[in-house]
T-cell receptor
Framework: NAGVTQTPKFQVLKTGQSMTLQCAQDMNHEYMSWYRQDPGMGLRLIHYSVGAGITDQGEVPNGYNVSRSTTEDFPLRLLSAAPSQTSVYFC?????????????FGPGTRLTVL | AQSVTQLDSQVPVFEEAPVELRCNYSSSVSVYLFWYVQYPNQGLQLLLKYLSGSTLVKGINGFEAEFNKSQTSFHLRKPSVHISDTAEYFCAVSRAQGAQKLVFGQGTRLTINP
């Protein structure tokens, strides 16, 4: 199992550009989520999904869109990048049932918006 | 809503000394509690978790944590640290029922000095 994979690892954007951060998992997890990590603020939830076709907003959703057409993939879209979106982005997935809450994280995408 | 406070942003410790990283949470409902570790330039890895049962939880790499419901705390401890324990540690909470959204603390940077 590859676990949770994210691409790209690094990205530099100009203000106003759009892009999609890719996230995939091969563990057949129903729950997937996106977090951003900023110094001194821990990780904050952007969007999450409890299954294919179902998404919902987290703590900091503004400026980001998500969709979940398959169990495996959960892309995060930045529609018009802003310098405030400079951050490290982590995708995570987790199992249902007794192991719920054990989230498996990808390696992250470091995004810089100029 | 849940919230997590990690009381120390940085903790310097000498090698082979004991360490305690403090975490307090706030919630009006039953919660699950987690400690994650992030090594430099990597994603997050689960150290340990409390779902129910014994309040003393043992995790990987010799770490343990104790759930104290009356003090709403979940402090992380290790009796003897190694250089390889240098990392950032995150405490997190999720509701025991419903969506598996994690709320993270701000993180504690543990630095082990020789």
């Amino acid at each position: 199992n590859a676990g949770v994979t994210q691409t790209p690892k690094f990205q530099v954007l100009k203000t106003g550009q759009s892009m999609t951060l890719q996230c995939a998992q091969d563990m057949n997890h129903e729950y997937m989520s996106w977090y951003r990590q900023d110094p001194g603020m821990g990780l904050r939830l952007i969007h999450y999904s409890v299954g294919a076709g179902i998404t919902d907003q987290g703590e900091v959703p503004n400026g980001y869109n998500v969709s979940r057409s398959t169990t495996e993939d959960f892309p995060l879209r930045l529609l018009s990048a802003a310098p405030s979106q400079t951050s490290v982005y982590f995708c995570a997935s987790s199992e249902p049932g007794a192991e719920r809450g054990t989230q498996y994280f990808g390696p992250g995408t470091r995004l810089t918006v100029l | 809503a849940q919230s997590v406070t990690q009381l120390d942003s940085q903790v310097p410790v000498f090698e082979e000394a004991p360490v305690e990283l403090r975490c307090n949470y706030s919630s009006s409902v039953s919660v699950y509690l987690f400690w994650y570790v992030q090594y430099p330039n990597q994603g997050l890895q689960l150290l340990l978790k409390y779902l129910s049962g014994s309040t003393l939880v043992k995790g990987i790499n010799g770490f343990e944590a104790e759930f104290n419901k009356s003090q709403t705390s979940f402090h992380l401890r290790k009796p003897s640290v190694h250089i390889s324990d240098t990392a950032e540690y995150f405490c997190a909470v999720s509701r025991a029922q419903g969506a598996q959204k994690l709320v993270f603390g701000q993180g504690t940077r543990l630095t082990i000095n020789p």
